[in-house]
């Protein structure tokens, strides 16, 4: 990926993050025209027509009041994800926004497949990508398996190698006061866990600095140290 990234811990298509919406479109390749956005809802795949729906209307709604052309592309399955059409969309898009729900559905359902492919052609020239939750973590390197109550992890698309990626971080007070002290001396040393606060993006690109936008903050936990961020703060990530 060669343009901007914006990971979320959540607040995908909500006023919270029109700050980061509107720099990603500012930011995306568009020179001058409106940028074209292709909003994917995935990740919620299993969870029904009426949630699917609901993350393609809020997608179109939102961007389309700050201004960009945008399309929400109904690929909840292999055989959508294999579509060529809808890979076509993606390839052409200027920002590829991925909404939350499942991780693990949202790898396997992209990996080896046209969307996918497209979704790396298209930032390969410079355009933005966004994910948000699920969104956020199918392109760190591990993901932990919650079918396995987290005890196993697999390997996902690796786009930020050596991470671990967490949304809602938050949310998560137990893993912050108790369970990060136990996870550090786990966690190998040339690897590192990413934690999203909810309404909280992290932009950049890789092998460059990054920046917190949001209302509150991103922690770098490595096996020696636990470094937080707040908005406007630049985040070097580790190699």
């Not at 671990?164 to 949310?171: E, T, V």
């Amino acid at each position: 990926m060669n343009g901007l990234i914006a990971l979320l811990g959540s607040g995908e298509y909500l006023p919270v993050m029109n700050d980061t919406d509107r720099f990603l479109l500012a930011n995306c390749g568009a020179n001058g025209r409106a940028p074209r956005v292709v909003c994917l809802p995935t990740a919620a795949g299993q969870e029904g027509a009426a949630s699917v729906g609901r993350w393609m209307r809020m997608g179109e709604e939102h961007f389309r009041a700050l201004g960009a052309e945008v399309a929400s592309l109904h690929i909840t399955n292999r055989a959508e994800a294999d579509d060529p059409v809808m890979a076509s969309q993606i390839e052409q898009a200027d920002l590829i926004y991925f909404s939350g729900g499942k991780p693990h559905y949202l790898y396997e359902t992209l990996n080896g497949t046209r969307a996918w492919e497209a979704v790396q052609k298209a930032t390969g020239r410079g355009a933005a990508f966004a994910g948000c939750s699920a969104g956020a973590m199918f392109i760190g390197e591990f993901l932990p398996d919650f079918r396995s109550f987290g005890l196993r992890q697999n390997r996902v698309f690796g786009v930020l190698p050596k991470s671990h990626i967490f949304p809602h971080f938050d949310r998560m007070l137990a893993w912050r006061s108790v369970t990060i002290p136990m996870l550090q001396p786990l966690i190998p040393a040339d690897e590192y866990v990413l934690g999203l606060d909810e309404d909280t993006a992290l932009v950049g690109k890789l092998g460059d600095q990054w920046t917190v936008m949001g209302r509150q903050n991103v922690y770098v936990i490595t096996k020696k140290q636990v470094r937080s961020y707040s908005a406007g703060h630049t985040v070097i990530l580790p190699l």
